[in-house]
């Protein structure tokens, strides 16, 4: 345990303490709790501001934070950063403070303010000789008092940055910092909404319904993964945060449901890296009636839609590639990806066989490991590194995947697909298993590979296989990670730049000791 002892202030944040406390002697409350009238922001004004229309422009009023200040004796100018962007305004001591109020300015935008304060402005637009379009202001009030300064990014005469936030570490742990100070961050989080949204209009206009199902679940289903647990203390039993939500959106359809989805958050206890995060945001969607060839020309349609409605094109630069999510995208049954880019045919092979060739490759396996584990580390290491442009790799082996329905022409086989993009996995989908006498003994298989000590082997579902015995119909499901789909549209190799608040180890601060 640690045991954190009282921060020591810096210098600066001295001298912001005074300077509040000089503005409250002033008679000023540097945290008012009236709202603010705002009726424009920085962006729109830049935008649309035009000289032979100034007179639109008389009466503006705006907030943000002060974020440089230029002091000229009796005028100022400054840049304000509301929501939407930066905007100069100008700042004369005679106009808002006038007469023997001129120690008003002279104390509090010249001395007692700091870079970082939030401010409101009302005045009017001009553009200055130099071009810049700004507020000329009439009237200015503290709205918050910043106690700690922003990290000030320096610009030498050469155009080289200096002293920019940009600590991965810091920045994920303080991200209303990072958002205040690097707008191309916030940029990002503005795109994932609007990969959310068009995802949500695309699903809305075929009549699929958006549902909510539990996150806290008796028995964690629906995934391969190592679950969190938890404990219910009126009920006296464990639960678990989802994994996934499959096996509930599947009873939704045996309930008569023809297309139901949810974009939630699931939750696994494993690993962290440049693309897992332990909380993510997945979408699951499932429709009756359909197949997986079916879904595979959905998600075609569903990608394209989304990239050109988020970023004006299907063409889209991640690293050194240029991706292309025009339809149709290459279909690869996984057995052949293995032999075109490995040059070994694993089809007919068993758990021995298979188990020498991942040696042979140089992958670390165990014997928890069963056929399907092995059969993905083979894939994982020979073939995800070729998959750049939007390939669906088909046709897995029923080992690993328990809840698709068996191929009805290739035995051995499931139908289920995964999209690759970039060398990630973005999505994955079956045709459902609605057997319910194949279900329970798939489920069995997974109970067997827990006993040998595979934690991510699946749970059996009384009552999952007691929905489908009351018959499900033929239905095909999908899931789509939304982290991972906002990074390739965004550019980031990251998850930790796409998630607001990504998980981090426990910050060890100055002062901090080990009982």
């Known amino acids: 345990m640690t045991q954190n002892k009282s921060r020591q202030l810096s210098e ?24 603010y ?28 934070r ?14 304000l950063q509301d ?13 808002i403070c006038p007469g023997e109020n001129k120690d008003l300015y002279n104390l509090l935008f010249k001395k007692y303010l700091d870079l970082g304060d939030i401010i409101g402005v009302r005045g009017h637009v001009f553009r200055t000789r130099m071009g810049e379009i700004t507020i000329h202001v009439k009237e200015l009030k503290l709205l918050s008092k910043s106690l700690r300064p922003l990290p000030v990014v320096k610009v030498d005469a050469e155009g080289k940055v200096h002293d920019a936030f940009t600590d991965p570490e810091q920045r994920y742990r303080m991200r209303y910092v990072d958002l205040i100070v690097n707008p191309h961050v916030r940029d990002i989080f503005v795109k994932r909404t609007r990969i959310i949204q068009s995802m949500r209009r695309f699903f809305d206009a075929r009549g699929w319904l958006e549902v909510e199902t539990p996150v806290l679940q008796p028995i964690h289903g629906g995934a391969a993964a190592r679950p969190f647990k938890t404990w219910h203390n009126a009920l006296d039993i464990p639960l678990y945060l989802r994994i996934a939500n499959e096996l509930y959106l599947k009873r939704l359809i045996v ?52 990239a050109r409605e988020v970023t004006g094109d299907t063409r889209v630069q991640i690293g050194e590639h240029v991706i292309d999510f025009k339809a149709p995208y290459r279909r690869l049954p996984m057995f052949e990806a293995i032999e075109e880019y490995a040059g070994i045919d694993i089809s007919g092979m068993d758990e021995a066989a298979l188990r020498k060739v991942a040696k042979d ?45 068996k191929h009805r022409s290739k035995p051995g086989l499931v139908e289920r697909f995964e999209l690759f993009v970039n060398r990630k996995e973005i999505a994955n989908a079956y045709t459902e298993l609605n057997d319910p006498i194949d279900q329970r003994e798939r489920f069995e298989e997974q109970l067997r590979l827990a006993r040998r000590g595979d934690e991510e082997a699946m749970a ?4 999952f296989l007691r929905a489908l015995e009351f018959g499900m119909p033929p239905t095909s499901g999908l899931g789509i990670g939304i982290d991972r789909l906002t990074m390739l549209l965004t550019n980031q190799d990251s998850i930790q730049e796409v998630i607001f608040f990504p998980q981090m180890k426990p910050e060890r601060r100055p002062g901090d000791e080990e009982e």
Request: proline share 5%; net charge negative.
């Open 12 to 35: 600066q944040e001295i001298i912001r303490r005074d300077n509040l406390q000089k503005i409250c002697e002033m008679g000023i409350d540097p945290y008012p709790p009236e709202q």
């Open 37 to 64: 009238p705002v009726t424009h922001h920085a962006a729109r004004i830049k935008e649309q501001f035009k000289d032979e229309e100034a007179d639109r422009w008389q009466d503006v009023c705006l907030a943000g």
């Open 66 to 79: 002060l974020m440089t200040r230029r002091i000229m004796g009796k005028a100022s100018f400054a840049e």
């Open 83 to 95: 929501s939407t962007g930066r905007i100069q305004i100008y700042v004369a001591r005679d106009e």
């Open 255 to 306: 309930g008569g449901y023809e297309g139901v989805y949810e974009i939630g958050k699931m939750f696994r206890n494993e690993g962290m890296d440049r693309t897992h995060n332990p909380e993510f945001t997945s979408m699951e969607l499932y429709v009756a009636w359909k197949d997986y060839n079916w879904m595979m020309e959905m998600v075609e349609q569903l990608l394209e839609t989304i």
């Open 361 to 405: 490759l140089g992958i670390e396996v165990d014997d928890t490991m069963g056929k399907g584990k092995l059969i993905d580390e083979i894939f994982g290491e020979t073939v995800e590194p070729h998959l750049i442009q939007p390939t669906f790799i088909t046709d897995y082996p029923i080992e690993m995947t328990p809840l698709a329905k």
């Open 460 to 463: 059996l579902d009384e009552d």
